[in-house]
């Protein structure tokens, strides 16, 4: 599923007339036909298409972030999958106000990046990490990662952001990211250890421990790669749902 597979941006075009649409044969921008739809709709659809050519063109990710329904934000994916930015958060507790981000580890194209509390995890160096990112994936972020963040440093992750938690849930994947990984067939090479686990590391890293802290970091990193290999798979069943099922 690419954007330029989309219509549902378009104001008074819900689930019905974009599915009404692809059966008709109009599965792209380029194929867009009047008839199908009133004249009203038709000169809405003819209007965005104008104008999200546009802004596809520039990479303008906040326009189409914008646009289109949070639950359909997944389909920004095909087309910034090189400028997505995946990342993930440990820290000491659950409470933004009180608790620290120990670690936060970022995974975009091919490389992987972990910034440490005390060394190098700073506002400014959180920033630099998203500079080149057209898009940011998280699982549960939207809730978590992205207040804690926020919180903690003072910055804006103003980014479209994709959170795999909803999406997941869309094609029956309930469940924490390791039992989802499970289910989907993602191994680990790593340490099978929980969030429990996450905050004892950084305790024994506090107390003298590198080990501790090479570990955290390990797992801290699986977390973030395998949010990717999970958003190929959620993305490939979406689009076999959605959109292909409809052509």
């Given amino acids: ?33 009047g008839s199908v739809v009133g004249p009203t709709t038709a000169d ?22 914008e646009a ?30 009180r608790d620290r981000v120990t670690t936060v580890s970022f995974h975009q194209g091919d490389e992987t990046t972990t910034l440490v509390q005390g060394d190098d995890l700073t506002a400014e160096t959180l920033s630099e990490q998203f500079e080149d990112a057209a898009l940011m994936a998280t699982f549960n972020g939207a809730r978590f990662d992205v207040p804690f963040l926020e919180t903690s440093f003072d910055v804006d992750l103003d980014l479209p952001h994709i959170d795999l938690m909803y999406p997941c849930k869309r094609i029956g994947l309930d ?5 989802i990984e499970k289910d989907v067939g993602i191994a680990r090479d790593g340490p099978d250890i929980s969030g429990r686990d ?20 390990e797992y801290n990193r699986d977390d973030t790669r395998n ?13 076999a749902d959605v959109f292909e099922a409809e052509q």
Avoid at 175 to 179: A, I
Avoid at 201 to 216: C, F, I, K, P, V
Avoid at 232 to 238: A, E, F, T
Wanted: charged letters at 35%; aromatic letters at 12%; hydrophobic letters at 35%.
């Fill in 1 to 33: 599923m690419r954007i330029e597979n989309s219509f549902i941006p378009v104001r008074g075009v819900g689930e019905q007339t974009e599915r009404k649409l692809w059966r008709s044969g109009v599965t792209h921008w380029d194929d867009f036909d």
């Fill in 44 to 65: 809405r659809i003819e209007a965005f298409i104008d104008e999200a050519r546009d802004r596809l063109a520039r990479e303008d990710t906040r326009f189409f972030g």
């Fill in 68 to 97: 289109f329904p949070n639950q359909e934000s997944w389909r920004l994916y095909e087309n910034f999958r090189d400028r997505t930015c995946f990342f993930d958060i440990e820290t000491t507790g659950l409470s933004k106000e």
């Fill in 175 to 179: 469940g924490g990211l390791k039992t």
């Fill in 198 to 217: 996450a905050v004892r590391l950084w305790n024994e890293y506090e107390r003298g421990s590198q080990e501790a802290l090479d570990t955290l970091v």
């Fill in 227 to 239: 949010l990717q290999t999970l958003m190929d798979i959620v993305s490939d069943s979406l689009h």
